[in-house]
């Protein structure tokens, strides 16, 4: 199957929903005739609110969709590409329906959760777009795990080596193997570095050490340079491949709560407006 | 010295198996490098850890360089081997066991603590996902969905319910009344908008007529009976068309719909009317219809059409020549005179219409009430017949009595059958006739007065019989003026607002009117001038049909008499 991105799914049928949807409430919107004016009590107002509401529950729901293996409702890039655009029409719907007034309420608390649920939602369109051909590039045949492996199978190899080697080239080793971390706290994931990598500390070390040694030794230490080298070389790629998956999923530590605080907001906006009416 | 180094590995089930080996020389190396006689492979330890050697009759270890022991648990760098010590060089434990036969020692060497397996060792350092990590997406989300709902569902309502609450909560810079209010009050309202229940008094319905009525009780309804403001407006709610929190602007409606969904097709709608259809100013507005009274109640007006121009006219009783009045320096009271139009219409405190045009302030300096100006500059009162009688009487019977010499006044005989005050007591007689003689001259003025000279200038005059006097004796009547406060009293007209104009840019012909009946109201084609319908159309006013007429019409029968009364018919 040809590969497809969400945006372009089902040649945009998605985007066309989205954009009728969009001109339909901004033409009703022009058109509209209300006694009071815009806002959101009118007929139209409430018809967009409710369209809104009805639009946000069903975009939440896809959180629940997207971990329903076993469903057959369309397929998941669908559902996604349906998430994105419609999310997207949300913003007009909603801006109209509140017929662009705004104040220190409920009402406006909820519009500006939406509208940053939204907004965070484009970053995860652009993450979705972009980072998973990275991990892919940067992982190639492997996986975190493979790579993981890889790495400890070096190091093992490394210390049989420096076992005969002096005790600077020996700690460096045993560091490196013992101290070097892949990922980490969110923000060690995110920036993809390690300030005092074990690993690249001993690259370096073992660089110094080995001019000193001589016959024998200096031999034993070139292997184990290589070696060292080689594993630098993994550790970077592990960590480029945890930094581009951290960006991949950042969103959504802000995308799923601020969905579920909208919910709530939601519903506080509707109880407070029928409560009131 | 002999040495026996006893290797001691642990099988599957944790069994102690030993390999032993014997070795001999002056000293030992003890270190990881291949040299080492007691070689330990492990990097924690160093290439040549210690050394062992005989002194000082013992046999002892030694640490090489910076290495470090523990010997019996504590750091030493040095160590005598005894049967029974133990020394920890690095993760090694080396037992020093009762020496067999041909040895000098023997130690028993053991790994006490292997290196952790190193794919393991990596795995549980690294972190590899976010989800690794502090970072949750389940704490935020319910700590924010529980906050947000206990802010703006729970407290309000608790608010709303609890008065010692709200007490509480007004000191917030947002109060949870405040948190739900969707836009600002009308400034009428907001003296009491604080507390949402004071318009909204039932929770999840909607606010009812009668919490509006409770204030505006004496608003008055559209229709002239109660019967058919209930039957024309039955189930229309107060908010219908007051809308509040949408500030001030808002609070009434304001587009065409409000009038037009009846008044378009009201001849269809209602056949009794006498109004005309109507929608849009710009486009279906009918020609203005004047209000004219006539008579005889203060209350009997006509409507009608102002292209009628025979039937437009007013029948006010007031005699008035715009034009004359209006030429360049006419003679006045004091002089040469040019009059304006705010001469005589002075606007009211509110500047939106005018002070009534009166006789003692605007007329009367130039139409003196002088009945013998040749003699005197007395005038007759303005409004009574009988004052006026009653003036012309006093003076003239003052000028004989008094025997005042006035050469002007013809008193022909009386004036010599009297006797001067000072020359002694007149009879009753002589009184008498003198006084019929006052009134005689009185009445003769009179008809001078009122119906050639002064009164018919202005005034219709005429004689009525009087019943209790004389056959043929009369006396005058001057019928009584009844000058339009307003010809468009259906409308607001604000002159105030339209005070940048020129009188006569909307009340053209007043300036050519001869009579008193013409009525100088502009024609709606003037006021198109300026004003648009609703559609905004280039340099014009939009206005919709509240910006002249009101809903509420003053007089009708208040809107509180509606609750009572059934809903409308479909």
């Known amino acids: 199957m040809r590969h497809q991105s969400l945006l372009a799914y089902a040649r945009y049928r998605w985007a066309k929903i989205a954009v009728v949807v969009v001109g339909a409430a901004i033409a009703a919107y022009a058109f509209d005739r209300s006694p009071h004016g815009h806002y959101g009590g009118s007929p139209l107002g409430y018809t967009l609110g409710t369209i809104g509401a009805l639009l946000i529950v069903w975009l939440t729901w896809f959180g629940v969709r997207k971990r329903r293996y076993s469903s057959t409702s369309s397929t998941l890039l669908g559902w996604l590409s349906a998430h994105v655009y419609l999310g997207v029409s949300l913003i007009v719907i909603a801006t109209l329906h509140a017929a662009f007034e705004v104040g220190w309420n409920v009402h406006t608390l909820t519009y500006v959760l939406m509208l940053a649920v939204i907004l965070s939602g484009f970053y995860g369109v652009y993450a979705y777009l972009r980072y998973p051909s990275g991990i892919t590039d940067v992982l190639g045949d492997d996986t975190q795990e493979s790579l993981l492996l890889k790495i400890s199978d070096l190091d093992r190899q490394m210390r049989a080596l420096a076992l005969s080697l002096p005790d600077a080239v020996n700690k460096l080793v045993l560091a490196s193997a013992q101290e070097t971390r892949i990922g980490g706290g969110f923000r060690a994931q995110l920036s993809g570095r390690d300030r005092n990598c074990p690993t690249t500390a001993a690259v370096t070390g073992l660089q110094a050490v080995g001019r000193t040694l001589r016959g024998h030794e200096a031999r034993i230490s070139q292997q184990l340079y290589a070696l060292m080298v080689r594993k630098q070389e993994l550790v970077g790629r592990a960590r480029r491949a945890v930094k581009l998956k951290a960006r991949l999923d950042i969103w959504l530590y802000i995308h799923v709560p601020l969905t579920i605080a909208l919910l709530a907001a939601l519903g506080a906006h509707i109880v407070s407006v029928f409560y009131y009416w | 010295m002999k040495l026996l180094i006893v290797m001691v590995t642990r099988n599957r089930k944790g069994k102690a198996v030993r390999t032993a080996r014997m070795i001999e020389g002056d000293s030992f190396a003890v270190g990881r490098g291949t040299q080492c006689a007691v070689y330990l492979p492990d990097p924690r330890v160093a290439l040549e850890h210690a050394t062992i050697y005989r002194g000082d ?47 000098d020692l023997a130690l028993a060497v053991e790994l006490l603590r292997p290196l952790p397996d190193d794919l393991a060792e990596i795995k549980s350092r690294s972190r590899l996902s976010l989800a690794a990590t502090w970072l949750s997406k389940r704490v935020p989300a319910w700590t924010l969905a529980i906050l947000l709902l206990l802010l703006f569902v729970a407290l309000p309502i608790i608010n709303a319910s609890m008065p010692t609450m709200r007490a509480m909560t007004a000191r917030l810079p947002v109060t949870p009344d405040q948190s739900w209010s969707p836009g600002p009050l009308a400034s009428g309202h907001e003296g009491f908008g604080h507390d949402c229940s004071k318009c909204h008094e039932l929770p999840f319905v909607r606010v009812l007529d009668r919490t509006c009525l409770g204030c505006h009780q004496k608003i008055p309804g559209h229709a002239p009976t109660s019967a058919l403001e209930a039957d024309l407006f039955g189930g229309t709610r107060c908010a219908s068309c007051h809308a509040d929190h949408k500030g001030d602007d808002g609070l009434v409606r304001a587009d065409v719909g409000l009038c037009a969904d009846c008044h378009r097709d009201l001849k269809r709608r209602f056949p009794e009317t006498k109004l005309a259809n109507a929608s849009d100013f710009a486009k279906a507005h009918p020609e203005f219809k004047l209000t004219l009274w006539r008579g005889p109640g203060d209350n009997d007006n006509v409507r009608i ?27 006045g009271g004091k002089g040469r005179v040019t009059l304006t139009c705010r001469s005589c219409h002075a606007p009211d405190a509110s500047g939106r219409a005018f002070e009534p045009v009166v006789m003692k302030t605007h007329c009367i300096e130039c139409h003196t009430l002088e009945f013998e100006p040749a003699v005197t500059t007395r005038q007759v009162p303005h409004g009574s017949v009988d004052d006026v009688m009653t003036t012309m009487q006093e003076f003239y019977a003052s000028i004989v009595l008094n025997a005042v010499p006035v050469d002007r006044v013809d008193t022909g005989e009386i004036r010599r059958a009297i006797p001067n005050p000072a020359t002694g007591p007149i009879t009753d007689d002589q009184r008498q006739r003198a006084l019929a003689f006052a009134k005689g001259k009185a009445e003769k003025v009179a008809q001078d007065l009122f119906e050639a000279r002064v009164c018919i200038v202005c005034h219709e005059v005429v004689r009525t019989p009087v019943a209790t006097g004389k056959p043929g004796s009369f006396t005058f009547d001057v019928t009584k003026v009844h000058p339009a406060a307003s010809f468009l009293p259906k409308s607001r007209f604000d002159h105030d607002k339209h005070r940048t104009y020129e009188c006569k840019e909307c009340h053209e012909s007043v300036v050519t009117s001869k009579t008193s009946a013409d009525v100088a109201i502009p024609p709606i084609a003037t006021c198109r001038k300026c004003h648009a319908g609703a559609a905004p159309e280039p340099n014009k006013v939009d206005s919709t049909c509240i910006a002249c007429h009101g809903f509420h019409l003053p007089g009708h029968p208040p809107m509180g008499t509606r609750a009572v009364l059934p809903v409308r018919r479909s």
Do not use: C
Request: no cysteine; hydrophobic share 40%; aromatic share 2%.
């Open chain 2, 57 to 103: 009759g013992a046999i002892r270890l030694m640490a090489v360089g910076a290495a470090t022991l523990l010997v019996d648990g504590r750091p030493d760098p040095e160590a005598t081997l005894v049967p029974g010590s133990l020394v920890e060089v690095g993760p090694y434990a080396l037992t020093v066991e009762a020496p067999p036969t041909g040895a």
């Open chain 2, 305 to 331: 059409a102002q292209e009628d121009k025979a039937n437009a006219v007013e029948k006010s009783h007031l005699k008035f020549p715009h034009d004359v009045h209006l030429k360049q320096s006419i003679r």
